[in-house]
């Protein structure tokens, strides 16, 4: 069975850091994407990171870029989103997804080609 499980969530003040780390269990092989997504109560969820198979390809929202970096670990199946900067409207449950791509080089940020979620876990920024 295909599992992502999220951690690393909690409370920091603005201008923190947080690192998020998702743990993918039941995948026999290394080529599926992973991909960090966020949602707030009330509005529609948004991609903000993702990493291609290889770890060669990385893209980002716009909003984030120079504050999050994304990165895995195939050997330990992690996926990572190093968060730096944190404003208060990072504020968010974030969600781990993944999936095997049809072209395995690159990923994307649309929900809809992810078949594999985490539960969330829910970071919040404030003072």
């Known amino acids: 069975q295909l599992q992502l499980v999220e951690s690393g969530g909690g409370l920091v003040q603005p201008g923190g850091s947080l690192k998020l780390s998702c743990a993918a269990s039941?995948?026999?092989?290394?080529?599926?994407?992973m991909s960090w997504f966020r949602q707030v109560p009330g509005r529609e969820r948004e991609g903000v990171a993702c990493v291609s198979s290889s770890g060669g390809y990385t893209y980002y929202k716009d909003s984030v870029k120079g504050r999050f970096t994304i990165s895995r670990d195939n050997a330990k199946k992690q996926a990572y989103l190093q968060m730096n900067s944190l404003k208060a409207e990072d504020t968010a449950v974030y969600y781990c997804a993944a999936d095997s791509l049809l072209i395995s080089s690159l990923c994307f940020l649309a929900g809809s080609g992810y078949n594999y979620w985490g539960q969330g876990t829910q970071v919040t920024v404030s003072s």
């Open positions: 039941g995948f026999t092989r290394d080529n599926y994407a």
